[in-house]
Every structure is written in structure tokens, then in C-alpha cells.
């Protein structure tokens, strides 16, 4: 508020008096002036006894008062006196004043408004929105009729967007039916609109060209930025939307799907949305178009956003999408793949200078840009075609990102027990030029008879495609998972993938197994198998969402120290619940987790709407498996156990279970990394100097003998054990891998291969620790 005191013109006026008490019949002219003066003193100076988001101060001044010069100054300045209880109403007065004086008093007065309409639209002003919003857009229209354009409150200059947005708009800024548009789109207080609210949209929009355009410009500019908005912008956004859905075109289609992921996104490391009441709105007006584009957006907002009610949205509407069209459970985000325009290979190609061939091609599940020449290709793009690959690079981007949401949906389909029909599995799983590419990596079953499953990776014939040599029409297919298979299937099917070099898009044939243990029969309902573990906080919580998760944050306030992390699995048949708890306080900030510990893992199964508790013996085996699969992961890379740093905390109250965890008994994720570390190793030239134990890759060096933890990745020394402190940096070096999903092994290697080397290690840090070497 300091800010901008200076900015009011003239000097202090005297306050008024206290009027008498008049009767409803007094009440006129002079006499309601002072009383709506002594109204805006008694709010200045105690704050209102309770919040009032109509208060009275608006009736009093229903009509135009007779407001003298330097009333509208001393509003202002008696502005800071407001106590730190003050809830916006004190705010009233000068907004009523600055409406209703003559535009010759209210010229000098821009500056100081404009300030104090900063102060409401950017946070600063804590009272509730109920008000501050309406307080705003009376500071904006009174602005408003100084410049004769959109008021400053709709697209303001408080963050990138806005002030895009005024820049696209141009000399519209101006326009009435532009203006009438844009104020009007914040009257929308909800995701779906009233029939008589979207009959209002339409009558404002008929024959306005200039409004129609800005409609659409102003969300293209939030397309295009890709940033988070202020709430006051959400909300405008919100009404744009529909505005805009009332054009059936398929080019307003695409832009509502264009807004609604860049709306969804989550803001850093938050599951908040960039702008959640636009992505609600979006979400609802793309289910009533046509087309695939609308289920191909929801398909991969279901997959991306962070948000539990974003995505419980989008899933609701993928099912109404899919009941409207017919479609079977799961259907729609198969059907909705986009392909991008990629040929059967996938690949697309462009003509491109010096009789070179610009090529978008996906190989091993990442699409890539190469130039050909000749019918080969070339190692780098010619400085000829760099400047022609723009649209090339562009496209391989929104491959990628397509890529990515469906290694994720078909990754999800492990923990349901799915079948397709042949043909149905071959159209979508092979033939599609996105799809296809991860689906023609990974290992299917189809059954030979009616009782066995005869399983495979796809192998393309002169009449189509097989699993196992078998198939056909009639035939059905799913997708295999180990926690079904024996294990000598399981260890055969992890020697073919590491001998034919396929690279699978996800942990498949060597994805962490987790059968019921005795323990769990006798709890029943809950699994204590990775309880009692210390987690950071901060990066446990960021894993979890990005695996699909969602749950409450811990902190400092009521029913913060517990939290439940649920994910639904099995096409939402079933539900995960992870408990933990807060373990402890960032030093010096009382108000945010550092640390959470572990507890139990419980199930429920769908009730309709609802969700029973169901005893963990009746958890479907690939339920049980993916679940615990990703408490596990959360465990082995969020532990404090794999903190190569902590040794360095001295006597900390955790250091002993950083030291029992950090070297003890192996977890299943780590079980998979000592099996694929067992086939790897004698292919690597470092592995004549590794041997495996049972909690251990060995590594002998020239300086020393080191055993690398393969759960943390902790290295201790030979003979006494000695703990060796290595920091990862820069970029390690790679190792193919017959899956992209196990950051501990890559890192776990990295080491191995920098150790196996120790004689020309540089890194100071490393060597004051190694024997033999001067600490001088």
C-alpha cells in the first residue's frame, strides 16, 4: 500500500464529521455521502465485524452520490490505516468514488488506481476472492473510463500471458463488442455453462467478427505460452473456452485441445494445473465435439496431469466419449492414438535441398530427425537441410510426447488381466506406426488351447502376425507378465532379451515380481513389507504423482502429519493406499517436510461409486505386483538410504537406518538389477573385474578391491569397509540396457566403470578417500 500513497494527487483533506442517524426518508444526497464516508472510516479502522461480500456501503451508493473534490484522496490515504485484520471492504469506498465522479476530477487519479488494481489482481491484497474480484473489476471499469478501452482488470499485466494477450489484441482493445465479450466470459462461475448463459455467449458473439477473433486469439496466446496464469486469468480463460466451443469447426476443436493440455500441465514440481478451472472447462467442451481429436487430448491428459480431480475429469469424460461411440472400457484411448502421418514403418519423409530426404523416423521407441541421400543415412544433418528441419524437429517433438503417454497407458495394462481380439490387438498394438513401436517389442500371449497360454514376442508372417507361431481370427491375445509365469519362463525370457538386444519400452520380461508372503496372510487386510523406511519428502512426493499416485501434502496443520498416497489400478477395478507420515522438519523451517516414514499398504476393491476394504489375499496377483512394484520404487529412490551424501551428517537420528538400509537385505527392484547385471556384465570389458554377490556388485581396481550396493548403490571399501562417498556428475557414461526405466542401475554402472578405472580418477574428492593416494 506505501507504494503508491505518493501517487495521490492534493494534499490531505479533512475527515469528515459523524453525521447524525437519518431515516430511510433523509437519506439523499449530502446526507448519504457522509454516511458512506463514516461507513469506509469504521472499515478502515476495526475491519467489519463480519465478511460481508455485499456490503452495505453498495446500496448506500446504488446511485451517484455528490462526491467533492478530494474525496476520492482521502479514501485513498485513510487506506493506510487499515488494520492487518482488514478484509477488503475498506477497499469499497474509493472504487465506488472513482466510478461515479466526473472524468475531469478522475484524470489524475490513473496512477494511484492503477496501483491499488495491481495490489487486488496480484496477490498481495489476502482477503477472500469473493471480494477482491468484484473489487477489482470495479478499480478496472473505473480505469476503463479513462482510457475507453478494455478494462485493465480482464488480461493484465500481472504475468506473461496478459500482457500477450492485450499485444495480440491490438487495436481491439478498443472494440465494443470485444470488450462486452471479454467481460462477460468471467461472469461463468462453473466448468459447464447454463443454456442461458451460452444463449447470452452466442447473441454477444453474432455478428462480431472482431469478438469471435479475439476469443480465439486469446486463448491461441495461452496456447502458445505454456505458462501458469493468475487465478483472475483462469477464470477469464474459463468463459473463452465456451465461448469459443460454440464454432463447431475442427480448427476450434484442435485449439480447445491445445488449451486444455498446456491448462493441465502441472505447475514445477506441483500437481496443481497451470490453470485448473480452464482445463475443467476445456475437458467438458471437448466431449461435445466431434471427431477423434477430443479423446486423443483426454487420452493423454488422463495419462499426464498430476491432478487427481484433473484426471478423475478426464477419465469421466474418455468413458462418456466411449459410451456415446459405443466403445468397450479402455477403447477410447486405443481408437484416439494420434499417428501423426507416419506410414506403416513409421516414418515421414520431405524433400529437402542438395537431393537430400529430411526423415522423421521412430527407432527403438524415440522418434528422431535424420537426412538420407542416396538411400542412406546420414550420421549428422548437412548444414544444407539444418535450416529446412524446423517443422521435421517439430513434428518429432509431438511424436515423442505421444510416445511417452502411450509407454505409460500400455505400461498400466500390467495390472489388468485385459484380452483383445486378434484383429482388434493387430490394428492397435502392431500396425499403428506409434503404438506398434512399443508393442512389437514386448511379449505377448495368446492361448494354443483352453487351458494353456502360448506366449511371444510378435513375429510378422507372409499372412500377418503371430505369437509363438499361433494366432489367427478368433484368436485372443494379452499381455504377459511375469508374476504369472514360472520362473525358469521368467529367466528364459530374460536370456532372449538380452541376447536378441531388444530393447523393451518398459521393464517387462525384467519387471520386479512381488508374490503374497506369509506375513501378509496373517495381517489380511495391510503389508508391512516396506514399512519403517525413511524417505525425503519432497522427491518421494514428486515420484509418486508422476507415477500416477496422488495424495494429501504433509506439513504443519491439521491431519498434515498423515497422508495416504492412493493410485486406482486394474482399469480403476481396484485401489492402492500407501500410508506415511512426517518425519521430520527442513532446519529452519518448521512448515515444510524433509522427511516421512513408511507404513502400511492397504487395498480396496470398486463398489459402484464407492470403495470396499479388501483383504490383500483377494488381490488379483498382477494387482498386488504393480502396486508394490511402485512402493518399492519409491523406497529405493527416494530412501535417504541411497543419499550418497548422508555419511556427511554426522550423528544424525537417522544414521542408523541409512546404514542397516543402505547395505542390507536386497529389495526386488534390486533382485532385477543383480539378474540383468548377471547377463550384462560378461559382455562389458570391465566385467573380468566384477563378480556379483549376493547384496554386492565386486569391482576390483588398481587402488582397491569396492563393493557396490545394488539397492542404494552405496560403495564400501575392502578389507575393512570403508565408506567411499562418489557424487555422480556430469554425464554418465551409457550402457544399453534391454529396458529404459532403472536410473539406480545406470548409475550403479556408471561407478563400476569409473572404479574398474580408479588408477585414472581426477575428481579430488574421490581420491583424498581411496588408500595409498596423498592427502597432501
Not at 38 to 56: C, F, I, K, M
Not at 529 to 536: D, P, V, Y
Not at 671 to 691: H, M, Q, S, W
Given at each position: 500500500?506505501d507504494?503508491?500513497?505518493?501517487?495521490?494527487?492534493?494534499?490531505?483533506?479533512?475527515?469528515?464529521?459523524?453525521?447524525?442517524?437519518?431515516?430511510?426518508?433523509?437519506?439523499?444526497?449530502?446526507?448519504?455521502?457522509?454516511?458512506?464516508?463514516?461507513?469506509?472510516?469504521?472499515?478502515?479502522?476495526?475491519?467489519?465485524?463480519?465478511?460481508?461480500?455485499?456490503?452495505?456501503?453498495?446500496?448506500?451508493?446504488?446511485?451517484?452520490?455528490?462526491?467533492k473534490?478530494?474525496?476520492?484522496?482521502?479514501?485513498?490515504?485513510?487506506?493506510?490505516?487499515?488494520?492487518?485484520?482488514?478484509?477488503?471492504?475498506?477497499?469499497?469506498?474509493?472504487?465506488?468514488?472513482?466510478?461515479?465522479?466526473?472524468?475531469?476530477?478522475?484524470?489524475?487519479y490513473?496512477?494511484?488506481?492503477s496501483?491499488?488494481?495491481?495490489?487486488?489482481?496480484?496477490?498481495?491484497?489476502?482477503?477472500?476472492?469473493?471480494?477482491?474480484?468484484?473489487?477489482?473489476?470495479r478499480?478496472?471499469?473505473?480505469?476503463?473510463?479513462?482510457?475507453?478501452?478494455?478494462?485493465?482488470?480482464?488480461?493484465?499485466?500481472?504475468?506473461?500471458?496478459?500482457?500477450?494477450?492485450?499485444?495480440?489484441?491490438?487495436e481491439?482493445?478498443a472494440?465494443?463488442?470485444?470488450?462486452?465479450?471479454?467481460?462477460?466470459?468471467?461472469?461463468?462461475?462453473?466448468?459447464?455453462?447454463?443454456?442461458?448463459?451460452?444463449?447470452?455467449?452466442?447473441?454477444?458473439?453474432?455478428?462480431?467478427?472482431?469478438?469471435?477473433?479475439?476469443?480465439?486469439?486469446?486463448?491461441?496466446?495461452?496456447?502458445?505460452?505454456?505458462?501458469?496464469?493468475?487465478?483472475?486469468?483462469?477464470?477469464?480463460?474459463?468463459?473463452?473456452?465456451?465461448?469459443?466451443?460454440l464454432?463447431?469447426?475442427?480448427?476450434?476443436?484442435?485449439?480447445?485441445?491445445?488449451?486444455?493440455e498446456?491448462?493441465?500441465?502441472?505447475?514445477?514440481?506441483?500437481?496443481?494445473?497451470?490453470?485448473?478451472?480452464?482445463?475443467?472447462?476445456?475437458?467438458?467442451?471437448?466431449?461435445?465435439?466431434?471427431?477423434?481429436?477430443?479423446?486423443?487430448?483426454?487420452?493423454?491428459?488422463?495419462?499426464?496431469t498430476?491432478?487427481?480431480?484433473?484426471?478423475?475429469r478426464?477419465?469421466?469424460?474418455?468413458?462418456?466419449?466411449?459410451?456415446?461411440?459405443?466403445?468397450?472400457?479402455?477403447?477410447?484411448?486405443?481408437?484416439?492414438?494420434?499417428?501423426?502421418?507416419?506410414?506403416?514403418?513409421?516414418?515421414?519423409?520431405?524433400?529437402?535441398?542438395?537431393?537430400?530426404?529430411?526423415?522423421?523416423?521412430?527407432?527403438?521407441?524415440?522418434?528422431?530427425?535424420?537426412?538420407?541421400?542416396?538411400?542412406?543415412?546420414?550420421?549428422?544433418?548437412?548444414?544444407?537441410?539444418?535450416?529446412?528441419?524446423?517443422?521435421?524437429?517439430?513434428?518429432?517433438?509431438?511424436?515423442?510426447?505421444?510416445?511417452?503417454?502411450?509407454?505409460?497407458?500400455?505400461?498400466?495394462?500390467?495390472?489388468?488381466?485385459?484380452?483383445?481380439?486378434?484383429?482388434?490387438?493387430?490394428?492397435?498394438?502392431?500396425?499403428h506406426?506409434?503404438?506398434?513401436?512399443?508393442?512389437?517389442?514386448?511379449?505377448?500371449?495368446?492361448?494354443?488351447?483352453?487351458?494353456?497360454?502360448?506366449?511371444?514376442?510378435?513375429?510378422?508372417?507372409?499372412?500377418?502376425?503371430?505369437?509363438?507361431?499361433?494366432?489367427?481370427p478368433?484368436?485372443?491375445?494379452?499381455?504377459?507378465?511375469?508374476?504369472?509365469?514360472?520362473?525358469?519362463?521368467?529367466a528364459?525370457?530374460?536370456?532372449?532379451?538380452?541376447?536378441?538386444?531388444?530393447?523393451?519400452?518398459?521393464?517387462?520380461?525384467?519387471r520386479?515380481?512381488?508374490?503374497?508372503?506369509?506375513?501378509?496372510?496373517?495381517?489380511?487386510?495391510?503389508?508391512?513389507?516396506?514399512?519403517?523406511?525413511?524417505?525425503?519428502?519432497?522427491?518421494?512426493?514428486?515420484?509418486?504423482?508422476?507415477?500416477?499416485?496422488?495424495?494429501?501434502?504433509?506439513?504443519?496443520?491439521?491431519?498434515?502429519?498423515?497422508?495416504?498416497?492412493t493410485?486406482?489400478?486394474?482399469?480403476?477395478?481396484?485401489?492402492?493406499?500407501?500410508?506415511?507420515?512426517?518425519?521430520?522438519?527442513?532446519?529452519?523451517?518448521?512448515?515444510?517436510?524433509?522427511?516421512?516414514?513408511?507404513?502400511?499398504?492397504?487395498?480396496?476393491?470398486?463398489?459402484?461409486?464407492?470403495?470396499?476394504?479388501?483383504?490383500i489375499?483377494?488381490?488379483?496377483?498382477?494387482?498386488?505386483?504393480?502396486?508394490?512394484?511402485?512402493?518399492?520404487?519409491?523406497?529405493?529412490?527416494?530412501s535417504?538410504?541411497?543419499?550418497?551424501?548422508?555419511?556427511?551428517?554426522g550423528?544424525?537420528?537417522?544414521?542408523?537406518?541409512?546404514?542397516?538400509?543402505?547395505?542390507?537385505?536386497?529389495?526386488?527392484?534390486?533382485?532385477?538389477?543383480?539378474?540383468?547385471?548377471?547377463?550384462?556384465?560378461?559382455?562389458?570389458?570391465?566385467?573380468?573385474?566384477?563378480?556379483?554377490?549376493?547384496?554386492?556388485?565386486?569391482?576390483?581396481g588398481?587402488?582397491a578391491?569396492?563393493?557396490?550396493?545394488?539397492?542404494?548403490g552405496?560403495?564400501?571399501?575392502?578389507p575393512?569397509?570403508?565408506?567411499?562417498?562418489?557424487?555422480?556428475?556430469?554425464?554418465?557414461?551409457?550402457?544399453?540396457?534391454?529396458?529404459d526405466?532403472?536410473?539406480?542401475?545406470?548409475?550403479?554402472l556408471?561407478?563400476a566403470?569409473?572404479?574398474?578405472?580408479?588408477?585414472?580418477?581426477?575428481?579430488?574428492?574421490?581420491?583424498?578417500?581411496?588408500?595409498?593416494?596423498?592427502?597432501?
Amino acid at each position: 500500500m506505501d507504494s503508491w500513497l505518493s501517487l495521490i494527487p492534493g494534499p490531505m483533506p479533512a475527515s469528515p464529521g459523524t453525521p447524525p442517524v437519518p431515516t430511510d426518508d433523509e437519506w439523499a444526497g449530502e446526507q448519504q455521502r457522509l454516511i458512506a464516508m463514516q461507513w469506509h472510516l469504521a472499515a478502515v479502522r476495526r475491519g467489519s465485524p463480519n465478511y460481508d461480500p455485499d456490503p452495505e456501503i453498495f446500496r448506500i451508493t446504488a446511485e451517484p452520490l455528490p462526491w467533492k473534490p478530494g474525496d476520492l484522496a482521502w479514501a485513498l490515504r485513510s487506506l493506510s490505516e487499515a488494520g492487518i485484520d482488514d478484509d477488503g471492504q475498506a477497499y469499497c469506498l474509493p472504487a465506488v468514488i472513482a466510478q461515479q465522479i466526473p472524468l475531469d476530477m478522475l484524470a489524475a487519479y490513473g496512477p494511484v488506481l492503477s496501483a491499488v488494481l495491481g495490489e487486488l489482481l496480484d496477490g498481495n491484497a489476502e482477503f477472500p476472492a469473493e471480494i477482491r474480484r468484484p473489487l477489482a473489476e470495479r478499480y478496472g471499469r473505473a480505469l476503463a473510463r479513462l482510457t475507453g478501452e478494455l478494462p485493465p482488470h480482464l488480461l493484465f499485466h500481472g504475468d506473461r500471458f496478459g500482457t500477450a494477450a492485450r499485444d495480440r489484441l491490438g487495436e481491439r482493445v478498443a472494440d465494443p463488442a470485444t470488450i462486452a465479450a471479454l467481460e462477460f466470459a468471467v461472469t461463468l462461475t462453473r466448468p459447464v455453462p447454463a443454456k442461458a448463459w451460452s444463449r447470452r455467449a452466442e447473441t454477444l458473439l453474432t455478428g462480431a467478427p472482431q469478438a469471435v477473433a479475439a476469443v480465439r486469439d486469446v486463448l491461441r496466446v495461452f496456447a502458445e505460452a505454456a505458462a501458469w496464469v493468475y487465478d483472475d486469468h483462469d477464470v477469464l480463460l474459463r468463459g473463452l473456452c465456451w465461448m469459443a466451443a460454440l464454432d463447431p469447426a475442427d480448427e476450434t476443436t484442435a485449439l480447445l485441445a491445445r488449451v486444455a493440455e498446456v491448462a493441465g500441465v502441472p505447475r514445477g514440481r506441483s500437481a496443481d494445473p497451470r490453470a485448473a478451472r480452464t482445463a475443467a472447462a476445456a475437458v467438458e467442451a471437448l466431449v461435445e465435439r466431434p471427431g477423434v481429436e477430443p479423446a486423443r487430448t483426454l487420452a493423454r491428459l488422463a495419462v499426464a496431469t498430476r491432478s487427481k480431480p484433473l484426471r478423475a475429469r478426464a477419465r469421466t469424460a474418455l468413458d462418456r466419449i466411449g459410451a456415446a461411440h459405443g466403445w468397450a472400457q479402455g477403447e477410447a484411448q486405443e481408437l484416439a492414438v494420434d499417428d501423426h502421418g507416419l506410414d506403416r514403418d513409421g516414418r515421414r519423409s520431405w524433400p529437402a535441398p542438395g537431393g537430400h530426404t529430411l526423415v522423421v523416423e521412430i527407432i527403438d521407441g524415440k522418434a528422431t530427425v535424420r537426412a538420407w541421400r542416396d538411400g542412406r543415412p546420414l550420421k549428422s544433418l548437412p548444414a544444407a537441410v539444418r535450416d529446412h528441419a524446423g517443422p521435421a524437429k517439430a513434428l518429432a517433438k509431438e511424436i515423442n510426447k505421444t510416445l511417452a503417454v502411450e509407454r505409460a497407458r500400455v505400461e498400466d495394462l500390467l495390472s489388468a488381466d485385459r484380452t483383445w481380439e486378434w484383429e482388434t490387438w493387430q490394428e492397435r498394438y502392431l500396425r499403428h506406426p506409434v503404438t506398434g513401436a512399443l508393442g512389437r517389442r514386448l511379449i505377448w500371449q495368446t492361448p494354443a488351447d483352453h487351458q494353456a497360454w502360448v506366449t511371444g514376442l510378435p513375429e510378422q508372417t507372409a499372412t500377418g502376425w503371430s505369437v509363438g507361431g499361433h494366432g489367427g481370427p478368433g484368436w485372443v491375445v494379452r499381455l504377459w507378465h511375469p508374476v504369472l509365469a514360472a520362473p525358469d519362463e521368467v529367466a528364459a525370457w530374460r536370456d532372449r532379451i538380452t541376447t536378441a538386444t531388444v530393447r523393451q519400452p518398459f521393464k517387462q520380461a525384467f519387471r520386479e515380481v512381488y508374490r503374497l508372503t506369509p506375513a501378509e496372510e496373517q495381517t489380511r487386510v495391510y503389508s508391512n513389507r516396506f514399512a519403517g523406511h525413511i524417505l525425503r519428502y519432497r522427491q518421494a512426493n514428486a515420484l509418486m504423482r508422476v507415477r500416477g499416485w496422488s495424495a494429501n501434502f504433509l506439513g504443519p496443520w491439521d491431519s498434515g502429519h498423515h497422508s495416504e498416497a492412493t493410485r486406482e489400478l486394474a482399469g480403476g477395478d481396484w485401489r492402492v493406499a500407501f500410508w506415511h507420515e512426517a518425519a521430520g522438519t527442513i532446519e529452519g523451517r518448521s512448515d515444510q517436510v524433509e522427511f516421512c516414514s513408511t507404513d502400511q499398504v492397504r487395498f480396496a476393491r470398486r463398489d459402484g461409486r464407492l470403495w470396499e476394504p479388501a483383504p490383500i489375499t483377494e488381490v488379483p496377483p498382477r494387482v498386488l505386483s504393480e502396486a508394490m512394484r511402485d512402493v518399492d520404487l519409491f523406497v529405493g529412490v527416494t530412501s535417504i538410504a541411497a543419499d550418497d551424501s548422508w555419511a556427511d551428517r554426522g550423528e544424525h537420528p537417522f544414521r542408523a537406518y541409512w546404514a542397516e538400509a543402505g547395505f542390507g537385505a536386497l529389495t526386488g527392484g534390486a533382485e532385477v538389477r543383480r539378474d540383468v547385471l548377471a547377463r550384462l556384465l560378461p559382455r562389458l570389458a570391465i566385467g573380468p573385474r566384477c563378480e556379483l554377490t549376493d547384496r554386492f556388485l565386486r569391482v576390483r581396481g588398481t587402488r582397491a578391491i569396492y563393493k557396490i550396493h545394488l539397492g542404494s548403490g552405496n560403495i564400501l571399501m575392502e578389507p575393512d569397509d570403508a565408506y567411499l562417498c562418489v557424487v555422480p556428475g556430469g554425464r554418465a557414461t551409457r550402457v544399453s540396457l534391454p529396458f529404459d526405466d532403472d536410473e539406480r542401475l545406470s548409475l550403479i554402472l556408471s561407478k563400476a566403470l569409473l572404479l574398474a578405472a580408479d588408477d585414472k580418477i581426477t575428481d579430488a574428492s574421490i581420491l583424498r578417500q581411496l588408500p595409498g593416494v596423498s592427502r597432501g
